[in-house]
């Protein structure tokens, strides 16, 4: 069986649905996708339009490699196992997450097929990734005018839970949605500005946590818009409050089990693994934040003293570094990657965090030397994040290592796609660029 099709905890059989949603993200993490009856869905395969890979956000047809607009705008294959469906939050409905092809091959600019291939190469050390996933989104209403504004949440305050952090239930509706079509919600809590709130996932492997993301950031999204609110993960929605990021929960399983990470903390000397880890995701700091801070908007989000991942330095349980080695030891041990955003897909930013981490293994990058510092104006590094989207793709461009380990393939179409949505933003206002983002993040 196909590890990357086969969801175990959740599987379901097809019998007594009337359809099928097949669904895949794309590279600007839109749930591309077509309903077919389940005498479809039963082939394992759709054929969709390869053109999705050649257009930005507002529907721009770009000339990106890969995209085949200069080509005929030719066909790809979803692909999926149908013994292994998804149960879905519409009634009638079963869900297929697929991979891509092209030509009978897998297709270059799949982000799922990119993670499927970076779960291998760990797995070939003998190591099995393991993931666990933190949203943050805030929640609009409709104002006085139609328009969208901030949800009433007058009594929220961070770690907020009930009535006054959401009064309208919505938190709950979110909760028993997810809970009846398998999605495993580890906690969900008021964040630090209202309405902004904190999402977080049950950790699994890697590839299941991605899926489990994927649908869980769809799901919640198509279930409040029913009621009239707007869930947004955009990364910095209002100026004056908090920007919302993507926090990916990293440790490896061994073959026996147990966490490779287990003893890192207590023993007071970071095992070579977890060494080699964060050595290379701060050695690809500036090439990641491309593809995990993929808006124009995040840079907004990623600002020095704002605990976002800006910095390229780590620290064990500081909140102020990009990379947080977690106190817990045993099971729970971990490290904390904090720098993206939820406009990343999670296959393609999971991907190249996992690649960038294995890099830092194989080559031997020098760790820095912990932070030690604040972290807010005392800081240990002079290295961080670009200011600007446009630059983040010149240092992903630069990269050469990592975008060979990610495939130049997916790469270059993702260049091209993301430099397109910067020309088109050039020059609007903060509003204007909310506009252009707003439905889709």
């Known amino acids: 069986m196909n590890r990357m099709s086969k969801i175990e905890p959740n599987a ?7 359809r099928c949603r097949i669904l895949f993200a794309d590279q600007l993490n839109l749930a591309r996708g077509k309903y077919v009856p389940m005498s479809e869905a039963s082939k394992g395969h759709a054929r ?3 053109g999705t890979f050649a257009v ?18 030719p066909d790809m294959e979803v692909t999926f196992d149908p013994a292994y469906l998804r149960p879905s939050w519409e009634p009638n409905t079963q869900i297929a997450l697929g991979a891509l092809r092209f030509q009978n091959e897998p297709f270059a600019l799949c982000g799922r097929s990119a993670l499927a291939r970076a779960i291998e190469a760990w797995r070939a050390r003998g190591l099995d990734p ?7 989104a805030y929640i609009f209403q409709r104002g006085a005018d139609g328009g969208w504004v901030p949800y009433e949440t007058p009594g929220a305050f961070v770690y907020g839970t009930g009535p006054f952090a959401d009064p309208a239930g919505l938190i709950e509706e979110v909760w028993a949605t997810a809970a009846s079509c398998g999605i495993p919600i580890e ?22 946590a991605a ?4 649908l869980f950031r769809q799901m919640a999204r198509e279930v409040l818009y029913k009621r009239g609110y707007l869930l947004s993960f955009l990364p910095k929605p209002f100026a004056d409050k908090s920007g919302s990021g993507l926090h990916f929960n990293l440790s490896f399983t061994q073959a026996d089990g147990r966490n490779v990470f287990a003893d890192d903390v207590a023993s007071g000397q970071l095992s070579p693994t977890m060494q080699g880890c964060i050595a290379g995701m701060l050695h690809h700091h500036e090439a990641l934040s491309a593809i995990m801070a993929p808006t124009v908007n995040s840079y907004a989000r990623l600002q020095p003293a ?22 817990e030891t045993g099971p729970a041990a971990r490290v904390e990657h904090r720098l993206a955003d939820c406009a990343a897909s999670p296959y393609f930013a999971m991907a190249a ?50 975008s060979a380990a990610l495939g130049q393939d997916l790469i270059d179409n993702f260049i091209a796609i993301k430099r397109e949505e910067v020309r088109i933003l050039e020059g609007k206002s903060a509003e204007e660029q909310l506009a252009y983002y707003l439905h889709y993040i």
């Open 353 to 402: 965090l996992l690649q960038a981490a294995l890099l830092g293994l194989e080559n031997g990058y020098d760790l820095p030397g912990e932070e030690v510092n604040d972290g807010l104006e005392t800081i240990s590094t002079d290295r961080h994040t670009p200011h600007d989207l446009g630059s983040a793709l010149d240092a992903l461009k630069a990269d050469t290592v990592l």
């Open 306 to 327: 704002s605990l976002s991942g800006y910095w390229a330095n780590w620290g064990i349980d500081h909140r102020s570094v990009t990379v947080r080695v977690s106190a």
């Open 12 to 18: 379901v059989r097809a019998e007594g649905f009337e």
């Open 48 to 50: 969709m339009c390869i």
């Open 187 to 208: 906690s969900i809590n008021a964040e630090f500005d209202a309405p902004q709130f904190e999402l977080t996932l049950r950790f699994a492997d890697a590839m299941k």
């Open 211 to 214: 899926d489990d993301a994927f």
């Open 56 to 73: 930005t956000y507002d529907k721009a047809l770009v000339a990106a490699p890969g995209g085949g607009l200069l080509t005929g705008l």
């Open 130 to 136: 393991m993931v666990g996933i933190e949203m943050e």
